[in-house]
C-alpha cells in the first residue's frame, strides 16, 4: 500500500460530456519525488486540484479514488474530498498571488497552525518564525513581518513552502513551483525541497512541463497528455527506454527534432479513444477504444496498443 | 530516434500526416452542448430588445393612432384609468395615455441620438488621443479628468441653463455629459490595438497615420463603445426626463415623460397617482430596456 | 505613503481649479448673450444693460476672468440675483441639511448593497445571487423621481407611515440647537428625543429613494469584487490550507475585495451630489439641491455657479479622503512596492 495512491481519476465539466482526466491514476510512496509531466494543457494541474478537492466551479470528479495512508480520501456520496492541511498540502506556481496580498507573512503560516494544530497564537507566532528560518530565510523575524509584495518570487516561494510545511503533511503537491522564477532561484528551490524529504520523509508530487526539472528532481514519473496517463515508470525507465509515442514525441521536441509525421493539433477533448490519436503517426483502428496500461517493463507502463491489444504483449 | 520496441507487424508502418486514418477514430460524440437558443444563452438581451421594438413601434406608429394629446376636455379631468382612458385623464381632462404615446416619439428618438452623437464624437476624440497620444492626449485626458469630475447630471443641468431651454439645447448638453465615456473607452481599445500586428501592415501598405487610425485602428476598437451606447440611451432618457421634472431643458406644454411626471407631481398628495406615475413607468421601463440590452451584451458597468 | 498622498492632493489641487475655469467659460463664453439669460425672459433691453453693467459682462474677457478668478478663490461666489443674499453664505447654511441627507442615503446605500453583494458573490449562480442582479438592473434604470413619487404615494398618502414632503421637521417644530447641523445628531445630544425621532420620520422617505437607487451601483460593484477576489489564487491557497469558509468569505475575500467597494462608495456619492437636486425638489428639503432648483428658476447664474463650485470641491475633496481610506487600507500603497527581501 502506497503513501498516495491514485487511481481511475476522471474528472469533467459539469453539464458537458468532455472530460478532461480520464482514468488517471499513480502513486507516490514516503520520501519519493514523483514527478508528473505534461505540456500546458494535459490536465496536471487539474490532477493535482481535484486529489486536493480544490476543483473550481464548474468542474466536478466524475471517478476515481485518492487514498492516503489507507485513507479513502473521495466521500462515496457526495464525491468531495476530506482532507485537512495535516495531511496533504500544495505549493503553487505564482508565490506572489497565492498569498494574501493584505497579511504578512509571517501571520499565514501561522493561520496554518492555528487552524490545523490548534495552537496558540503566540506559539503559532514563534513556531512560524522557526518555519521560515527551518526554510532557508534569514533574518526570518524581518521577513515575517512583511507583506508578500515586499518580498521576492523566490522568497514568496520559501514562504509558501513554509505554509504548506508547517504542519507536516505526509505528501506535498508541488505544481510548477519554480517555473515563474529565475534560474539560479529554482536551483535554490529544488535544493530546499530535497533536503525537506530528506529531512522528514514526506512524499512529494511534482508537476511541471520542464523535462530537465524532472530529471534533476524525480524518481519516478508519469506522462500526461490530453487527460490521459500515457506512460509511467522509473526516471530511468521513462527517459532511457520510452515506449509510447507521445512521450518519445515530448523528448523530441526537447531537442528540436520532432518527428514531421506527428500532426501539430490541439488536445480535443471529445475523443473517446486515446487522446493522442489525432496526432499519432501509428493510429489505427484499435485506438478508437480507450487504451490501457500495459506493462512494457518492471513497474513500467505504457497506454498504447502497440503493446497490446489483440496480439498480447510485446 | 525511433520509437521504443519492436513495432508488430500486423499494424503496418507509420503512416504520413495527410494520410490520416480519420476513419480509425471514433466520432465526436453527438449532440454538443454549444448551440443553446439566444434565448436561453442572454434572457435579458431577448427581453430587452422585445421591450425596446415595443416602445420603437409605439413611437412611430403611436401618434397616428391615440387622439391628439392636446384636446382637453374640462369636464373629464381626474378620471382614473378605465378602458376610455388607459392611462386616465389630467387636470385639464387631457388623455395620459395619448400624451404618453407623443412623448415615447420624442423621448425615445432624443435617447438614441444622444447616445449616437456621443459615441461617434467621443469614439473619434478617443481615436486621436490613443493613436497620435503625445500632447493632445495629455490635453484630452485632462480635460476628460475634470469634466467627470462633475456628476453628469449637474454637467447637463448647468449647460442647459447656460445656453437656454430647448430641445436641441438638452441633446447637444447631454451628449456634452457623455462623451468622455466614449472617449475612455476608445482610447483604452485603441491603446491595445495599435501594437497589433495589422497596424504595421496598414502603415506600411503607404497609409498615412489617419488613414491608418480611422480606417484600420478605429472599426477594430468600437466593439465596447456599442455596448456602452446601449446603456447610455437608456441613462440619456432618464437625464433629459429628469432635467425636464426640473423644469431645465424641455418644457410644458411639449410632451414629454418628464414634463408629464412635473406636471402629475402635486396630483400624487391628492391620490391622483395615475397622471405622473404611468408616464414616470414608461421612463423606468425604457431605461430597463436598454439596461438589460447593454448588460447582457457584455458590459458591467457602473 | 506621503509621496503617494501629495501626489493625489496635486492632482486635486488641480482639478479643482480645472472645475472652477470651466464653469467660468459655460457660463460666460457659450452662445448667447449672457446677460440676457441671466435678466430672464420679460426684461426689457433697459434691465438687460442694467444687468450688463451691475455684472461687469461690459468688461474685456479677461478683466471678468481675472476678477472672477480672484473672487472665486477668496470664497467670494458672488450676489444671488433671486435673494440678494451672498451666495456663499446662503451654500453654507444650506449645506448641513444636504450632507445629513446624503450621509444617510449612503448609509442606507451600503447596508443594503454591501452584504446583499457579498452574499450574491458567495452563492453565485443560486436565486439570491439572480435576485441580486435584479436589483441591480432596477436600480441603474430607476427614474430618483418616479421613485420618490410612488414612496410618496404609497408610504404617505396610502399608508400614511411617514409624513409629507414638507421638510425636515413639522411646521411649528423647533428646530435643536445647531451643534452639528444634522438635527437627528443634535436633537439626541440636547437630549431632545421627540425631536430626534421626529426629525428621522422626515428623514425617512427621502433617504429611501436615494437609498435604493444608490445601493445598486454599490450591489454590483461589492458583488463583482468579491467574486473576482473569491476566484483569486490566494484564497485557492487559502482553501488549501483549511481555512474554513467563513474566514475566506470575510479575511480573505471581502477583505481584498474592500478596495473597488471603497471606490464604488466614492463614486455613489458623487452620483449623490447631482440627485439630490431632484430629491431635495421632491421633498422640499432645504440643502443645496433645492436652492440651485430655485436658482435654475429664474436664471440665477451666480447662485448656480457658485452651488456647481461648491459641488465640484466637495467631490474632489471626498476623493482625495477615499484615497486615504485606500491608503490605509491596502499595504502595498501604505508601505509602498519596494521589494525589501
Known sequence: MSLLEVRDLTVGVERSPHTLLREVGFTVEPGEIVGLVGESGSGKTMASLAIMGLLPRGIELRAGSVTLDGRELVDPATGEIHRTANEMTMIFQHPRSALNPTMRAGRQIARVLELNQQMESREARDEAVGMLSRVGIPGAGRVARAYPHQLSGGMCQRVMIAMALACKPKVLIADEPTTALDVTIQAQIFDLINELVDETGTGVLFITHDLGAIAEMCDRVTVLYGGQVMERGTLRQVFTDPRHPYTTYLFDAVEREVDPRVEEKGVNFALQGCRFGHRCPYVHEACAEFPPLYPVGDGHVASCFLHGGTDGTS | MSYGGPVPPDYGDPHAPGERAEEYLAPEIAGEASALPLWRRKPLLVVGAVILGIYIVVAVLGPLFVGDPRVTDPANFYQGPSWDNLFGTDKFGRDVFARAVHAARLDITIGILIAFFAMVIGSAIGVVSGYFGGWVDEIVMRLTDVVLAFPGFVLALVLVAAIGNSIPNVVIAVTVAYIPYFIRLTRAQVLAERELEYVDGAKLAGNGPWRVAFRHVLPNSLGPSFVQAALVAGWAILTVAGLAFLGVGIRPPTAEWGVMVAEGAPDIITGQWWTALFPGGMIVAAAMAFQFIGDDLGADVL | ?341
Request: proline share 4%; hydrophobic share 55%.
Open chain 3, 1 to 341: 505613503m506621503w509621496r503617494y498622498l501629495g501626489k493625489r492632493l496635486l492632482v486635486s489641487v488641480a482639478t479643482v481649479v480645472g472645475i472652477v475655469i470651466i464653469v467660468f467659460f459655460i457660463v460666460r463664453v457659450l452662445p448667447g448673450d449672457a446677460a440676457v439669460v441671466r435678466a430672464g425672459p420679460y426684461a426689457n433691453d433697459e434691465k438687460v444693460q442694467e444687468i450688463r453693467e451691475q455684472y461687469g459682462l461690459d468688461d474685456p474677457m479677461l478683466v471678468q476672468f481675472k476678477d472672477y478668478m480672484a473672487d472665486a478663490f477668496t470664497g467670494n461666489l458672488g450676489v444671488s440675483i433671486r435673494t440678494n443674499g451672498n451666495v456663499t453664505e446662503e451654500l453654507l447654511e444650506r449645506l448641513p441639511a444636504s450632507l445629513e441627507l446624503a450621509f444617510y442615503s449612503v448609509l442606507l446605500a451600503a447596508v443594503i448593497g454591501i452584504p446583499f453583494g457579498i452574499v450574491a458573490a458567495a452563492r453565485k449562480g443560486t436565486w439570491v445571487d439572480g435576485a441580486a442582479r435584479v436589483f441591480a438592473v432596477l436600480g441603474s434604470s430607476m427614474a430618483l423621481f418616479w421613485l420618490g413619487l410612488l414612496l410618496i404615494y404609497f408610504l404617505f398618502f396610502r399608508l400614511r407611515w411617514f409624513p409629507g414632503p414638507i421638510d425636515r421637521l413639522a411646521v411649528g417644530t423647533e428646530p435643536p440647537g445647531t451643534i452639528t447641523g444634522f438635527y437627528t445628531i443634535d436633537a439626541a445630544l440636547r437630549g431632545q428625543f421627540g425631536v430626534m425621532v421626529e426629525a428621522f420620520r422626515y428623514l425617512a422617505l427621502p433617504v429611501l429613494t436615494l437609498g435604493l437607487v444608490l445601493a445598486a451601483p454599490i450591489l454590483k460593484m461589492v458583488r463583482a469584487s468579491m467574486i473576482e477576489a473569491l476566484e483569486s489564487e490566494h484564497v485557492r491557497t487559502a482553501k488549501a490550507i483549511g481555512v474554513p469558509y467563513r474566514q475566506i468569505l470575510f479575511r480573505d475575500g471581502f477583505r481584498n475585495a474592500l478596495l473597488p467597494v471603497t471606490t464604488a462608495i466614492g463614486i455613489v456619492f458623487g452620483y449623490m451630489l447631482g440627485g439630490n437636486i431632484i430629491v431635495e425638489f421632491l421633498f422640499a428639503w432645504p440643502g443645496v439641491g433645492r436652492y440651485a432648483y430655485s436658482a435654475i428658476q429664474v436664471n440665477d447664474l451666480e447662485a448656480l455657479q457658485g452651488f456647481v463650485i461648491v459641488v465640484g470641491v466637495l467631490y474632489v475633496a471626498l476623493n482625495v479622503v477615499i484615497d486615504l481610506v485606500y491608503a490605509w487600507i491596502d499595504p502595498r500603497i501604505r508601505l509602498g512596492t519596494k521589494v525589501t527581501a
